[in-house]
Structure formats: C-alpha cells, structure tokens
T-cell receptor, first 115, second 113 residues
Framework: GESVGLHLPTLSVQEGDNSIINCAYS??????FIWYKQESGKGPQFIID?????DKRQGQRVTVLLNKTVKHLSLQIAATQPGDSAVYFC??????????????FGTGTRLLVSP | DGGITQSPKYLFRKEGQNVTLSCEQN?????MYWYRQDPGQGLRLIYY???????QKGDIAEGYSVSREKKESFPLTVTSAQKNPTAFYLC????????????FGPGTRLLVL
C-alpha cells in the first residue's frame, strides 16, 4: 500500500554540523508536504512545508527539498544545535473525495546532537 | 503548542473503565482531530470533526468516541472496548478540513493499571 517512510531511524551529529533527514513517499498524487519536530513528551511542532509545484523552500536554518521524480523529501538543518535534538516527522496530504486533506505521517527520525 | 491545550498530561485507566481526554483550542479553528501515537510509529487518525455537532471516524476509531458540542472543544473518550489503550494521544486543529496545516496540542499519555 501507499506509505510515507523514512530511510534512517536515528541520526547522530555534532553540534555545528549540518543535518539532513530524508523521507520517501509513494503517493505521486500528494501535493503538499509538512515537516514536524517532536520533542520528548510533547506534541509535534510545525517546522516547514512545501507544495509539489516547488523544489525547494527555505526557512530559518531549515531547508526542505522535494524531488518528485524519485518521490523523495529531505529536511536540512544548518548549524545543528543541541536544541534541535528531537524526532522529525514528514507528512503528506491526501485529498479524500469529501475535500478533507488527510495527513499521513511517516514513522519519524530521531536526531541526536552531541555538544 | 499554539493555543491548543490537552488535559490531563497523564491519565491512568483501570480495566473496564471509560476515560475522557480533554482538548480545547482558542485558535477559532473549525476542524479538530485526534491521533494516537505508539512508540516507534507515526500518528494514526482516530476521529476528526469539521464543525460543531459533526464528526467522522478516522483509521482506528474502534473503541473510541468523541463529541463536538462547542467549536473550541473536542473531547475523546477511550472506552472499555479499546483493548490496548496505552499510547500517547494528540489533539490537533486546523482552520478547516481543506486547510492542510494542522497544529498540535501537548498530548496526553494514557496508561493502563
């Protein structure tokens, strides 16, 4: 079936390094993608989003890249800080015939940042 | 957590007991959602509501019930029919069902005694 998945369950980096978190999706009809950050014991926090008519979008220290050819999404975090340690989820939206934009989540990647 | 509150933070349920999780939002959002999160897994949709007095089953609605009597509130009841209720429960809201971006509350962890 269709799914949103992640290549690596855990990513360990040193403080100051750049981090890249990857996500694969299988529904070529998806037209909107979101990255969420979830700290331990807390709810997911919106980081950045991108629509399928874009290849790249930048925020503060974060960049999302979308490669529709291979159905791949990545989140790049520049100058990673200890406060970036969390689980990162990608999510895609799938339109139901009711118009409901359903979010489908991947299983998440844990980012560990060492000082 | 963007104006969405959930209570309690931790909840303990005895076997055969129904428990209710609270979710309130002050974002003036029409749509609200409940998700379940198990360790090492993504979020799974339990129920969603696009407007007061209307709600729909998500992917794993069995053993759960909801109500939407007020725009700001969307409580979730975990009934005794839910045989594996231990999980982290997350409430979310969005401006409407056709608005893709959802904002999440801090979550309630439910444990079975």
């Amino acid at each position: 079936g269709e799914s949103v998945g992640l290549h690596l369950p855990t990513l360990s980096v040193q403080e100051g390094d750049n981090s890249i978190i990857n996500c694969a999706y299988s529904n070529s009809a998806s037209d909107y993608f979101i990255w969420y950050k979830q700290e331990s014991g807390k709810g997911p926090q919106f980081i950045i989003d991108i629509r399928s008519n874009m290849d790249k979008r930048q925020g503060q220290r974060v960049t999302v890249l979308l490669n529709k050819t291979v159905k791949h999404l990545s989140l790049q975090i520049a100058a990673t800080q200890p406060g970036d340690s969390a689980v990162y989820f990608c999510a895609e939206t799938r339109s139901l015939n009711t118009g409901f934009q359903k979010l489908v989540f991947g299983t998440g990647t844990r980012l560990l940042v060492s000082p | 957590d963007g104006g969405i509150t959930q209570s309690p933070k931790y909840l303990f349920r005895k076997e055969g007991q129904n428990v209710t999780l609270s979710c309130e939002q002050n974002l003036n959002h029409d749509a609200m959602y409940w998700y379940r999160q198990d360790p090492g897994q993504g979020l799974r949709l339990i129920y969603y509501s696009q407007i007061v007095n209307d709600f729909q089953k998500g992917d794993i609605a069995e053993g759960y019930s909801v109500s939407r009597e007020k725009k700001e509130s969307f409580p979730l009841t975990v009934t005794s029919a839910q045989k594996n209720p231990t999980a982290f429960y997350l409430c979310a809201s969005s401006a409407s069902l056709t608005e893709e971006t959802q904002y999440f509350g801090p979550g309630t962890r439910l444990l079975v005694l």
